[in-house]
Nanobody
Framework: QVQLVESGGGLVQAGGSLRLSCAASGTSIFFVNTMGWYRRAPGKQRELVATGNSDGRTNYAEPVKGRFTISRDNAKNTFYLQMNSLKPEDTAVYFC????????WGKGTLVTVSS
């Protein structure tokens, strides 16, 4: 059983930065092939933000390309989402996710970007 706990959300002004963390337990993320971040904005469906594979490949949703970066630290069993140049439309609950035999999700962390 894999547990994921997000942290790093909060309130930031437009143009600012935040780094979200996703701490994993129950497995080493070294063995996890695919991990990522999703978000759910108020009144909208959950959408993909970024994914990363163990071979280094990454994928980003168009709205965040060039602003967000996904990374991992196997030694800390944690992966991250660095978010720069934040916009009010980035306001959402952000969820981390891994696929390790099955899908596992964190409970989410709220990011609010004020204009």
């Amino acid at each position: 059983q894999v547990q994921l706990v997000e942290s790093g959300g909060g309130l930031v002004q437009a143009g600012g930065s935040l780094r979200l963390s996703c701490a994993a337990s129950g497995t080493s993320i070294f063995f996890v092939n695919t991990m990522g971040w999703y978000r759910r904005a108020p009144g909208k469906q959950r959408e993909l933000v970024a994914t990363g594979n163990s071979d280094g490949r990454t994928n980003y949703a168009e709205p965040v390309k060039g602003r967000f970066t996904i990374s991992r630290d196997n030694a800390k069993n944690t992966f991250y989402l660095q978010m720069n140049s934040l916009k009010p439309e980035d306001t959402a609950v952000y969820f981390c996710w891994v696929r390790h035999g099955m899908d596992y999700w964190g409970k989410g962390t709220l990011v609010t970007v004020s204009s």
